[in-house]
C-alpha cells in the first residue's frame, strides 16, 4: 500500500516539483494550496505525513500543527515542517509547537526523501520498508543489496538505480529520455545511448540461471520490467 503523503504548500511551482518527486519515490500525493482546505483534506481522510509550509494563507502552518497535534485522532501524525524561515528560533518555535522536523528552503529533493523516511522509520516503522519486491527480484534500500530467486545480485550504483526505478513500475514503458531523467537527474547531460549500456549491464547481472529476463524492450518507445517474459 502506498503511503500518503499530504503537501501543504501555496507556492505551485514547489507543490509541483514535490508531487512529481514524491510520486516517482511511490508515495500517494494530494496537495492543499491553504490552511483550511489542509485541515479539510485530513478530515477527509488521514495522511500518513504531512509536508507543512510554514507561510500558508488562511491558516498559518504553525497554526495548523498546532491543530493538528490538540486532537487525539491526529496527535501522532507525523510532521515536516518546510519554511524559508531558516533562524535557530524559528526552527525552535517549529519543533516546539510538534513539528516532527524541520526543512528550510531552498532544499534538495533528495535530502527531503531521506528526511521523509527517516521519519517514517522512527514513528511509523511499518510504512517505511525499505525493500521492493517483484516476482522473484527483491532490492533492499537500506543494505544497498539485490537477490534475485534467492540468489545474490552485485550490481554498481547506476545500475541499483535504474533497477530500483523500474521496480516501482512494473510493466510501465520509459523512453530513454525519462530514464536519464530518473537515474541520472535533468541537470546531468548524459547521451541516451548510456542507456543502453547500463540496461544491458543490469540485465546480464540479472541473468539468473533459470530465470526469465526482466526488462523488456519496447520497439521505438524504450524499456519496461516485465517478469512475465
Known amino acids: 500500500m502506498q503511503p500518503y503523503i499530504l503537501v501543504m ?13 514524491l510520486e ?3 508515495y500517494r500525493v494530494v496537495v492543499a494550496a491553504d490552511g483550511e482546505e489542509g485541515m479539510l483534506q485530513i478530515d477527509e481522510r488521514l495522511p500518513d505525513m504531512v509536508l507543512l509550509d ?10 495548523v500543527c498546532r491543530r493538528i497535534r490538540g486532537r487525539a ?39 527531503l526523501i531521506a528526511r521523509i523516511r527517516a521519519v ?5 516503522p511499518g510504512l517505511a520498508d525499505d525493500r521492493i519486491n517483484h516476482g522473484d527480484i ?3 534500500r537500506v543494505a544497498h543489496r539485490v537477490r534475485r530467486a534467492g540468489n545474490e545480485i552485485h550490481l554498481g550504483p547506476t545500475e541499483f538505480r535504474l533497477l530500483d526505478h523500474l521496480m516501482q513500475h512494473p510493466g510501465r514503458v520509459f523512453s530513454r529520455e525519462q530514464l536519464l531523467d530518473a537515474v541520472w537527474g535533468s541537470d546531468v547531460y548524459v547521451e541516451a545511448r548510456t542507456v543502453d ?25 524504450g524499456y519496461s520490467l516485465d517478469l512475465g517474459g
Open 9 to 21: 504548500e501555496d507556492e505551485d511551482a514547489l507543490a509541483t516539483l514535490l508531487s512529481y518527486n
Open 24 to 26: 516517482k519515490e511511490g
Open 54 to 63: 510554514w507561510m500558508l494563507p488562511k491558516l498559518s502552518g504553525i497554526e
Open 73 to 111: 485522532e491526529t496527535r501522532n501524525l507525523p510532521i515536516i515542517m518546510l519554511t524559508a524561515r531558516g533562524e535557530e528560533s524559528d526552527r525552535i518555535r517549529g519543533l516546539d509547537t510538534g513539528a516532527d522536523d524541520y526543512l528550510t528552503k531552498p532544499f534538495s529533493m533528495s535530502e
Open 120 to 124: 517514517l522509520r522512527r514513528i511509523r
Open 138 to 140: 527483491v532490492i533492499d
Open 197 to 221: 549500456v547500463h540496461v544491458g549491464r543490469l540485465r546480464k547481472a540479472l541473468n539468473v540461471d533459470g530465470t526469465v529476463n526482466p526488462i523488456r524492450t519496447v520497439r521505438s518507445a
